[in-house]
């Protein structure tokens, strides 16, 4: 199998390597259109911030190139609110996949951003969450959200319910960082892979 | 619900962890990689490694070390000891540390927090605090606690936060080694004040002074080393003994 890391300008993609090594599958990390394109997974990781990772992915092309993919894509994180129609993160036109805006935590009495291991619920259908408790609790550092919308797969409550996990067709996404969510994080990477 | 998480604190000297440990199911008690992945499947919810020589030579060892550890460990862990640089930021979050700890390096130049949060955001840049109540107030220590400074706590532990500080690890001098219960009343005072978490460090000395310092100490997450280390607290008893308090717990 073919998986395609996509390389941009957003960190922390070697806890994703690592955590792809540790279950023995081999990976590619790229901005080649033609590599990620013939993948036959793809996977969309990320640290950053919003509007810096956008004009980058401009730059490239790949904000083309990634919401016309039709193998699976796994988005995590800034890559999930990347996949959203726009964020509030300093005003930015997202790639749209998922017709959601992304909206800053607002709170007076929680700490925000929300950081630390938090409950997630399978909300529908959940392939990824496959063999997983109904209730897991994994990893978040995050200050923007996605609301609970109808393609919302999991839902996680920190000041308000908020999406967890989108998924629309090949488009799977995911707010937390399933890379370093011990066991569970590493079944829904499982999962995904096994698509 | 967001729960309070424990996190077992690693002294590395020389790529290998100091102050003993009493695991008698490891190979090799002093291997930080082997304890660190122990640790995570006991249900420790971060690790924290600290760097006690932190000198130049062991700068490579560090960096291997962290890439060793990120290789076989699946929850977040964070690296600190003599962290003073872009550089050495950069390299070990390369190597796969999710977090990196500063603490003397900030206080000499603070500027260093907004440098780092900018570049590699918020949520990787944890400041340490080294605190000790000296004639009526609590004041930063550098050098380990030996060293005091002319920064009050309270007021540097704002100050890292509008710098860009995504965390912050309070250590109180004074409790630290006694295993007579955290500082709770300064960790309250800190975190009541803050919006970022606060991380409690020195005192634990038995179940109850974590459940003191999540309720009293209105702390985000407590940390300890020894009495992992010497088995006197076991993490999943200690999460279940919490979590049947009331403490949201992560539970597996």
Known sequence: MEIAIIKYNAGNVQSVMYALDRIGMKYQWTDDEKVIQSADKVIFPGVGEASTAMAYLREKGLDQLIPSLKQPVLATCIGMQLLCKDSEENNTTCMGVFDVPVKRFVSADLKIPHVGWNSIQASGENVLMEGLKKEEYVYFVHSFYAPINTYTSAICDYAQPFSAMLQKDNFYAAQFHAEISGVAGQKIIQNFLAL | ?252
């Open chain 2, 1 to 252: 619900m967001l729960t309070k998480r424990i996190i077992p604190c690693l002294d590395i000297k020389e790529g290998r962890t100091v102050k003993g440990t009493n695991f008698v199911d490891l190979r090799d008690a002093g291997d930080p990689v082997e304890l660190g992945a122990l640790y995570a499947e006991q249900g420790a919810d971060e690790l924290v490694f600290l760097d006690i020589t932190a000198t130049v030579d062991n700068r490579k060892t560090l960096v291997n070390l962290v890439r060793e550890v990120a290789r076989h460990v699946n929850i977040p862990f964070t690296v600190g000891g003599g962290i003073s640089s872009i550089e050495d930021v950069s390299a070990l979050l390369n190597a796969g540390a999710d977090k990196v700890s500063i603490n003397s390096s900030a206080v000499r130049r603070p500027e260093l927090i907004d440098e780092l949060a900018l570049q590699f955001g918020s949520q990787c840049i944890i400041v340490a605090i080294d605190t000790r109540f000296v004639e009526g107030n609590d004041w930063v220590h550098t050098h380990g606690g030996r060293k005091i400074t002319e920064i009050q706590t309270i007021a540097w532990a704002k100050e890292v936060e509008s710098r860009g500080a995504g965390e912050i690890l309070l250590t109180s001098m004074d409790a630290d080694g006694t295993k007579s219960g955290f500082a709770n009343d300064l960790t309250s005072r800190i975190s009541s004040q803050s919006s970022i978490p606060i991380i409690a460090s020195g005192g634990a000395g038995s179940m109850e002074h974590f459940y003191e310092v999540f309720t009293e100490g209105k702390a985000d997450a407590g940390l300890a080393a020894s009495i992992f280390h010497f088995k006197e607290i076991e993490i999943i008893e200690l999460k279940k003994y919490l979590a049947n308090k009331g403490i949201p717990m992560r539970i597996y």
